[in-house]
């Protein structure tokens, strides 16, 4: 399907769906969940500090997302950046890289840290849905990594994220799956007994499942092409990428 027959309808009635009891339309945004992030923002770049999985993920992510789009040259945004590990990676694989989220002080640590690695990229806070009423249809990616489980409406996003790209655009996504084996890893193990991630980082049942995820593609005008699993050797604190998408996966979704 191209562009021009993308279904805008589902996406401008998610967006304007969201409008409180007093008429005022609010954003796709938990405060809470940006409150979490702003509080550790300092350490972001820190590989030992609450961020390490995001670190330890990071080659991976990029080498999986390069590997399907040749990163170089290409106009790119990273929507939910927050400090920019991947954001800024992706810059200096040779993309044009616009980075938004809602947090101020994730995007203050991201915008320092460019400065200081010499990486050129742009850095916004803004929702997705909110680029996507300026900037649709303009970018040849969108990454969301680790994201979606922080937002009130997940599918409002992946809308949003569709709408972004150009014809024969990328999206790529990354969550955790909501299963009883994920809540063992990503939340007991995780949060609780290797604490590699601070206690209430990630809710269960906001964690998604590939079928939702499936389906908000389908609805947003997008196909997954590929799913593949995350997989975190604690012992050997390494992630791998390998079949099994029971715990932490990562989603290419094209065009149509
Ligand atoms: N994508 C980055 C950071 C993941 S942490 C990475 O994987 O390296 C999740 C980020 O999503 C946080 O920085 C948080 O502030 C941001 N976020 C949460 N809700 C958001 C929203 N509605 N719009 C934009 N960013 C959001």
Not at 63 to 83: E, K, M, Q, S, Y
Not at 92 to 121: C, F, N, Q, Y
Request: hydrophobic content about 40%.
């Amino acid at each position: 399907m191209g562009f021009e027959d993308r279904p805008a309808a589902p996406i401008l009635r998610n967006m304007s769906a969201r409008v409180q009891a007093d008429g005022i339309p609010h954003e796709n945004v938990d405060a809470a969940e940006i409150d979490k992030f702003e509080e550790l923002a300092s350490r972001w770049w820190d590989p030992e500090s609450e961020f390490k999985p995001l670190h330890l993920i990071n080659p991976l992510r990029l080498g999986f997302i390069n590997a399907r789009t040749p990163l170089h040259g290409l106009r790119v945004v990273d929507v939910g950046c927050g400090g920019g590990i991947l954001s800024e990676a992706m810059a200096l694989a040779g993309a044009s890289v616009t980075g938004i989220d809602m947090g101020e002080a994730p995007l203050k640590v991201a915008r320092a840290h460019a400065m200081e690695s010499g990486a050129e990229l742009e850095y916004r806070k803004m929702t997705a849905e909110a680029l996507a009423e300026s900037d649709a249809g303009a970018y040849d990616v969108v990454t969301c990594m680790e994201m979606l489980e922080h937002v009130p409406d997940p599918a409002s996003v992946v809308s949003a994220c569709a709408a972004l790209i150009k014809p024969g655009g990328s999206v790529y996504f990354s969550t955790i799956n909501r299963n009883p084996k994920s809540f063992l890893f990503a939340i007991l193990g995780a949060e609780y007994v290797f604490r590699i991630l601070p206690r209430g980082t990630h809710q269960y049942e906001k964690l998604i499942r590939p079928s939702e995820l499936y389906g908000w593609c389908e609805q947003a005008g997008i196909r997954i092409t590929e799913l593949t699993g995350m997989h975190y050797n604690p012992l050997l604190q390494q992630y791998r990428l390998a079949p099994g998408v029971d715990v932490n996966y990562i989603a290419h979704a094209v065009d149509g």
